[in-house]
């Protein structure tokens, strides 16, 4: 097998970011989403509906 030179980069290309993106920063970019459906199909009443269940069932 032949020896052969690293590949390196072009000017163009950027090098690609390894990991996972920081969890507030991923809530950050979701919430904007999630309020806007919760205005657009009147969500507001669910989730206070559900919260009241959840809490009802915490108080047992």
């Known amino acids: 097998m032949a020896l052969t030179a690293p590949r390196t980069l072009s000017r163009m290309q950027k090098p690609r970011r390894t990991g996972r993106r920081h969890p507030l920063v991923a809530t950050l ?15 507001w009443e669910t989730v206070t509906t559900q919260a009241s269940s959840v809490g009802v069932m915490l108080g047992r």
């Open 29 to 43: 970019m979701a919430l904007p989403l999630a309020v806007l459906l919760l205005v657009v199909f009147d969500g």
